[in-house]
């Protein structure tokens, strides 16, 4: 199968497409033929060598954790799925070594879900990591109605879905962003506050009495969620873990097929849309990797990988 891999640690230039025999299937795997993978900025961080400290890696490494597509094989004891069903899922493994960026991957089973109807291949790649991060945080933080929720970077791929679900779950949202992006806020339900020098004063106007609820997916932002954060309330970060002394949760996003599937329903039902930046063809991986790296995208970056 045609993959995209790299030997080593290091920037795109160590990517390089290459031939690798299709993977094995064990007992509650699935094969999956990918038709689209998003990129996000853990790849490249991976790549870098950035989580050498927290995950195993087994060289060639086929980068790539997000995957749409259709089930090509299964394994014992998968009665979940069959050949042909179409597929998303966030295909983070225990170590670092055969991802999506390839013709085929193998995923756990309790990783997988349906593609949701109403979002189409590019859509429903992009949906996996992003939205599984932010739909685990707010409803860790048990967030509903009755919420008055802040989220740090609101406009980034994690921050805009936070921003839908929250919404979708009831709750009033308060997002932080830079000016040119608060009109795509708006749109999205949120009530937008430019983010920097001031930010605590600015969303006090909008909430006098503190916001119940902060979802940061930015880091560096303690102190301003300490300042609006109303007694009792709860917060969330998924890049600081300074927030476990001061009463919060540090969270890293977990494979879930069920949630995934309530993801998906949202979609569905019109609450949640996921914006699309740009796509690239599999040999060009480096080039959407560097793109990423800009932290210049208002949208998911995929990679076709088969039509």
Not at 199 to 214: E, H, I, K, Q
């Amino acid at each position: 199968m045609r993959a995209m891999v790299y030997d080593g640690y290091g920037g795109s230039e160590v990517l390089a497409e290459r031939r690798l025999p299709r993977p094995k299937y064990g007992p509650g795997e699935l094969l999956v033929k990918v038709r689209c993978a998003a990129v996000n900025p853990v790849d490249w961080k991976i790549m870098a060598g950035g989580l050498d400290g927290l995950m195993d890696t087994v060289f060639p490494v086929v980068p790539g954790w997000d995957v749409a597509g259709t089930v090509a094989g299964v394994g014992i004891d998968t009665p979940e799925f069959q050949v042909g069903d179409e597929v998303i899922g966030y295909a983070r493994k225990d170590w670092v070594h055969g991802g999506t960026f390839a013709e085929y991957v193998t995923v756990p089973v309790r990783a997988l879900a349906r593609k949701p109807a109403s979002l189409d291949w590019d859509a429903a790649a992009g949906l996996p990591l992003a939205g599984l991060t932010a739909y685990q945080l707010l409803t860790r933080l048990g967030t509903t109605a009755e919420d008055t929720v802040l989220v740090h970077g609101a406009a980034g791929g994690v921050g805009s879905l936070g921003v839908q679900i929250a919404r979708a779950l009831g709750a009033r949202v308060i997002g932080t962003a830079s000016p040119r992006n608060h009109e795509r806020l708006a749109a999205l339900g949120a009530e937008p506050v430019a983010y920097g020098d001031g930010l605590a004063d600015r969303v006090r106007a909008l909430a006098p009495d503190g916001v119940t609820v902060v979802a940061d997916f930015v880091g560096g932002v303690l102190d301003t969620t300490r300042a609006v954060l109303r007694e009792g309330g709860r917060h969330a970060s998924i890049a600081d873990p300074g927030v476990l002394g001061a009463g919060g949760h540090w969270m890293w996003v977990r494979p879930s097929g069920p949630d995934l599937e309530a993801l998906g329903r949202l979609a569905d039902e019109g609450l949640l849309t996921v914006p699309v930046a740009e796509t690239f063809p599999l040999a060009r991986l480096p080039e959407a990797f560097d793109l990423s790296r800009s932290g210049h995208t208002a949208g998911k970056i995929i990679i076709h990988v088969a039509t």
